[in-house]
């Protein structure tokens, strides 16, 4: 019985209960993130500290490029281990033992499930799944019945024999920054400025002595009631508040990370709500949420301070999922937080085949 899923977005997956990498919260060693284990057969679409656990094998990929991902009964419940669907669909993760949390995305976490519970956050909304998600020793378990209600934007996949069959994407992804992709170098993915943009210029209007400072940062992370993100464009100082996200560059990037006052680290998602707070506009704290909001703007007519949003490639994931944000600064360049190519907040030239190709969409938020 097949059924589809997608799986956001970008990046490389850490199952152990403790990883880093992407947009979220807090984030541990790089090499370790989601508890885990192996779990068995059903069908469906569809002030933190951070912890290591031990991690199982990873899926079996068949000849015909497909993934397997064993299925394991646990209490005549279907369950598969975290670790391995995690690294199967090159996700990032990250474990939060005080909250037995388990934290899965790209670039920043777009899925939270609490274990011993059926109680899970999706791109910033509450879920409930029928089945509890669970924790066998130093192993996380996704109940079989909740991955499409979980990943049904991200992966397509049935159940067969006892296993998880995941079907590979259609084309195989360009996956680093540097590689060659001939379908980045056509005419019509070809990035262009907007010659009427008003902050066109490194000079206009950036003033740094009249930018906010970071006393105001408790402020700036006051607010997680949706309601109050704002929903119209604002009008500010776009050169001041390029300068001031400058002010963060080498600032470590750090998966699933919690508010920059406290961690002293950004994701992809927490760095430009973090500069545009500064600026008194308010974004919710996913990419794929903040992908929601403003007004659409063409490839060929970006302005300094468009939001960009990217995929991130993965062999078994959907090519259509938000999984990076960064700002545009002009001249294309674009200012985001990143475990890569460099760790942490950076500089990057998108003039290259990788972000032509993973590109989805501008956002203008402000002007």
Same mark, same amino acid.
């Given at each position: 019985?097949?059924?589809?899923?997608?799986?956001?977005?970008?990046?490389?997956?850490?199952?152990?209960?403790?990883?880093?990498?992407?947009?979220?919260?807090?984030?541990?060693?790089?090499?370790?993130?989601?508890?885990?284990?192996?779990?068995?057969?059903?069908?469906?679409?569809?002030?933190?500290?951070?912890?290591?656990?031990?991690?199982?094998?990873?899926?079996?990929?068949?000849?015909?490029?497909?993934?397997?991902?064993?299925?394991?009964?646990?209490?005549?419940?279907?369950?598969?281990?975290?670790?391995?669907?995690?690294?199967?669909?090159?996700?990032?993760?990250?474990?939060?033992?005080?909250?037995?949390?388990?934290?899965?995305?790209?670039?920043?976490?777009?899925?939270?499930?609490?274990?011993?519970?059926?109680?899970?956050?999706?791109?910033?909304?509450?879920?409930?799944?029928?089945?509890?998600?669970?924790?066998?020793?130093?192993?996380?378990?996704?109940?079989?019945?909740?991955?499409?209600?979980?990943?049904?934007?991200?992966?397509?996949?049935?159940?067969?024999?006892?296993?998880?069959?995941?079907?590979?994407?259609?084309?195989?992804?360009?996956?680093?920054?540097?590689?060659?992709?001939?379908?980045?170098?056509?005419?019509?993915?070809?990035?262009?400025?907007?010659?009427?943009?008003?902050?066109?210029?490194?000079?206009?209007?950036?003033?740094?002595?009249?930018?906010?400072?970071?006393?105001?940062?408790?402020?700036?992370?006051?607010?997680?009631?949706?309601?109050?993100?704002?929903?119209?464009?604002?009008?500010?100082?776009?050169?001041?508040?390029?300068?001031?996200?400058?002010? $963060?560059?080498?600032?470590?990037?750090?998966?699933?990370?919690?508010?920059?006052?406290?961690?002293?680290?950004?994701?992809?998602?927490?760095?430009?709500? $973090?500069?545009?707070?500064?600026?008194?506009?308010?974004?919710?704290?996913?990419?794929?949420?903040?992908?929601?909001?403003?007004?659409?703007?063409?490839?060929?007519?970006?302005?300094?301070?468009?939001?960009?949003?990217?995929?991130?490639?993965?062999?078994?994931?959907?090519?259509?999922?938000?999984?990076?944000?960064?700002?545009?600064?002009?001249?294309?360049?674009?200012?985001?937080?990143?475990?890569?190519?460099?760790?942490?907040?950076?500089?990057?030239?998108?003039?290259?085949?990788?972000?032509?190709?993973?590109?989805?969409?501008?956002?203008?938020?402000?002007?």
């Amino acid at each position: 019985m097949w059924k589809r899923l997608k799986v956001a977005a970008i990046g490389s997956i850490v199952v152990m209960m403790a990883t880093t990498t992407a947009c979220g919260r807090d984030n541990v060693s790089p090499d370790n993130a989601a508890p885990t284990q192996n779990p068995t057969a059903q069908s469906g679409t569809g002030n933190m500290q951070s912890q290591s656990l031990s991690q199982p094998g990873q899926g079996t990929t068949l000849g015909n490029g497909d993934a397997v991902v064993p299925i394991k009964a646990i209490n005549n419940v279907n369950y598969v281990a975290a670790r391995e669907l995690i690294e199967t669909l090159n996700f990032q993760s990250n474990w939060e033992e005080g909250n037995q949390k388990l934290l899965i995305g790209d670039y920043d976490a777009n899925y939270e499930v609490t274990m011993n519970s059926t109680k899970a956050m999706k791109d910033g909304s509450e879920i409930r799944v029928s089945q509890p998600f669970i924790k066998e020793g130093d192993t996380a378990y996704l109940p079989v019945s909740a991955l499409a209600d979980l990943f049904q934007e991200d992966m397509s996949y049935e159940v067969q024999n006892g296993q998880l069959l995941i079907h590979a994407a259609p084309v195989a992804p360009i996956e680093r920054e540097d590689d060659n992709d001939p379908r980045g170098n056509t005419v019509e993915l070809e990035f262009g400025d907007d010659p009427t943009d008003p902050f066109k210029g490194e000079g206009s209007g950036a003033n740094p002595a009249s930018m906010p400072q970071d006393g105001d940062d408790l402020e700036v992370w006051a607010s997680t009631n949706q309601e109050e993100i704002m929903p119209v464009l604002k009008n500010i100082n776009i050169n001041a508040m390029i300068n001031k996200g400058k002010q $963060y560059l080498g600032v470590k990037y750090k998966f699933g990370t919690g508010p920059y006052p406290q961690t002293g680290k950004f994701d992809c998602s927490t760095f430009t709500q $973090y500069v545009f707070g500064k600026y008194g506009i308010k974004l919710p704290r996913i990419a794929r949420q903040q992908a929601a909001h403003g007004n659409l703007v063409s490839r060929k007519s970006l302005r300094k301070g468009d939001l960009m949003f990217f995929y991130v490639p993965g062999r078994f994931k959907t090519n259509k999922t938000v999984g990076h944000v960064g700002i545009y600064i002009g001249n294309m360049q674009m200012l985001h937080a990143s475990p890569k190519p460099k760790n942490g907040v950076q500089i990057t030239n998108i003039n290259k085949a990788y972000w032509k190709s993973t590109f989805l969409r501008a956002k203008r938020i402000a002007y």
